[in-house]
């Protein structure tokens, strides 16, 4: 928290939103483009996949199966109290399978870590200027160097309020309950196949900005 509070949060629910671009006609246009990828399109858009709780990790290592697997850039709900000031906004990286993103997005989603800042910000104190934060990450080439791989502001996205809306509605924003907001475009040509993940949620009015960063870890082959 900005004025150094700590607040413990065990995540009893955890949800990945999808496809949740403001531009609702570029988002068809995106899933049309994935289709042709082999990737199924969602039956509705925006998308919500609930994804098992032990998933959420602050942590600086992703432990995966291969090595076809990149994180995308999001900024995360998290409701730590039944009141309005109980909700925080943290920076966060969906880390995904892209080999079994073809077979299905929600196995995708259950198949690694959601990645969760260490510091937050109440989203009451951001409200009024939530568009202008930048959501940024890098990655690391072969070379040790960082490339920029995803930039926007948080105007491209739908907002926290669109969101608390539905969890309000499906009786789902109680504490304990995380919400990955879905992610930006990427840069074209950047390779996202990386070893490690660097994620800037910053808020240049406020001049402050959440940060997270980890390896990834491809797993040893199995025996047997």
Do not use: I
Not at 117 to 134: I, K, N, P, S
Not at 193 to 209: I, N, Q
Request: aromatic share 6%; proline share 7%.
């Amino acid at each position: 928290m900005p004025d150094g509070q700590v607040r413990s949060v065990t995540v009893t629910r955890l949800l990945n939103a999808g496809y949740t671009g403001r531009d609702q006609d570029e988002v068809a246009r995106h899933v049309a483009e994935l289709a042709e990828l082999g990737v199924p399109a969602p039956a509705t858009t925006p998308a919500l996949y609930p994804v098992s709780p032990y998933l959420a990790a602050q942590t600086d290592v992703v432990p995966v199966q291969h090595g076809r697997t990149s994180g995308e850039a999001e900024w995360a709900l998290v409701v730590s109290g039944p009141d309005p000031e109980d909700v925080l906004l943290t920076v966060a990286c969906d880390h995904t399978d892209r080999a079994l993103e073809v077979h299905g997005v929600a196995w995708s989603k259950n198949a690694s870590l959601d990645v969760l800042g260490r510091r937050a910000w109440r989203l009451v104190d951001v409200e009024d200027h939530l568009d202008q934060l930048l959501l940024r990450a890098w990655v690391e080439t072969g070379d040790g160097s960082e490339v920029l791989v995803q930039d926007a502001p948080l105007a491209a996205l739908l907002p926290p309020s669109y969101w608390l809306d539905v969890l309000r509605a499906r009786g789902l924003a109680t504490p304990g309950t995380v919400l990955l907001s879905g992610t930006v475009a990427m840069v074209p040509g950047v390779d996202q196949f990386a070893g490690r993940w660097r994620v800037r949620l910053e808020d240049p009015v406020r001049e402050d900005a959440l940060e997270l960063g980890y390896r990834v870890e491809v797993l040893p082959a199995a025996v047997g």
